[in-house]
């Protein structure tokens, strides 16, 4: 059974840094594509970060660009993300999502899309406020 399990979410400051954790299980990480989402209250979940676990190939939202990264620990099947100059807009949800990519050959932001993941995990709270 697959499965993600995010960790590393909590309260900070604005200007601060967090670093979630996503561990996945029960299916080849190879052939996946896993991404951050974000979900803040009253709002639409909307995509924050993916990548593309074969060649490490990453993707980014404007509002991540530059702030964010997202990496992978293969050996550990781990992804994370680093999230730095954390804004109170940042507020959210984040959860981790899975995707099959293998064979794809189009542009990784086709598929770094809610519609395109088939395994969540339950959710992280990132709070960011002074």
């Known amino acids: 059974e697959a499965q993600l399990v995010e960790s590393g979410g909590g309260w900070v400051q604005p200007g601060g840094s967090l670093r979630l954790s996503c561990v996945a299980s029960?299916?080849?990480?190879?052939?996946?594509?896993i991404g951050w989402f974000r979900q803040a209250p009253g709002k639409e979940r909307e995509r924050v970060s993916c990548?593309?676990?074969?060649?490490?190939?990453?993707e980014y939202t404007d509002f991540a660009a530059g702030r964010f990264t997202i990496s992978s620990d293969n050996g550990k099947n781990t992804v994370s993300l680093q999230m730095n100059s954390l804004k109170p807009e940042d507020t959210a949800d984040y959860y981790c999502?899975?995707?099959?990519?293998?064979?794809?050959?189009?542009?990784?932001?086709?598929?770094?899309?809610?519609?395109?993941?088939?395994?969540w995990g339950k959710g992280n709270l990132v709070t960011v406020s002074s």
């Open positions: 029960g299916f080849n990480f190879d052939d996946y594509i």
């Open positions: 999502a899975a995707g099959y990519i293998s064979g794809w050959f189009g542009t990784l932001s086709k598929r770094c899309a809610d519609y395109a993941m088939e395994n």
């Open positions: 990548i593309r676990i074969s060649d490490g190939s990453t």
